[in-house]
């Protein structure tokens, strides 16, 4: 039997979407490369790690529906199903796959940070992966060039987010008298 989703579900659905859109506007753009550096990732691993697979999963679904609906959520202020089939459109349907992702993995291990940065990076490695198909595919670019300017650069960033997300989640997670 499915539970439904209770309104405290649907709201933290709903903020963890607004998290992701407002963090997508905090980018900068590399010069070789169409792919932003923002920070809707740490988002990500937060909604993953806190709301866990179904309820992370589904906030970064409403993310790039809204997105794909016209309203202006996507990096930029951009918006609209053209910027979802182009180049950087991968890496954010690989959003809601990445946060469905940690929240399963999360819910398997046990509560422990080092634990909640591996299911972070495996997440990582489903948008960086869905993301890097579908830059190929609309770029025509080989696989090594798509490496060199959609994965390489951001690993470093990403690794720090992972860092901070994880610690957030633990502390977030565990109660104080139970560390």
């Known amino acids: 039997m499915k539970r439904k989703m209770s309104v405290k579900d649907l709201m933290l659905t709903a903020l963890f979407a607004a998290l992701t859109a407002m963090l997508s506007q905090v980018s900068f753009y590399l010069p070789f490369?169409?792919?932003?550096?923002?920070?809707?990732?740490?988002s990500v691993f937060m909604a993953g790690g806190l709301l866990g697979a179904a309820r992370g999963g589904m906030s970064q679904l409403v993310y790039v529906l809204l997105g794909a609906a016209g309203a202006p959520v996507f990096s930029r202020f951009s918006g609209g199903l053209g910027y979802l089939t182009g180049p950087t459109g991968g890496f954010i349907a690989g959003y809601a796959a990445a946060a469905f992702v940690i929240g399963l993995i999360i819910a398997k291990l046990p509560k422990k940070m080092l634990f909640y940065a591996a299911a972070m990076m495996v997440g990582a490695v489903c948008y960086f992966t869905m993301g890097t198909l579908w830059f190929m595919f609309v770029t025509k670019n080989t696989l090594a060039a798509a490496l060199a300017m959609c994965v390489f650069p951001y690993i470093p960033g990403d690794l720090l987010k992972i860092a901070l997300a994880a610690i957030l989640v633990r502390r977030l997670l565990i109660p104080k008298f139970t560390r």
């Open 33 to 42: 490369t169409p792919v932003p550096f923002n920070l809707a990732t740490f």
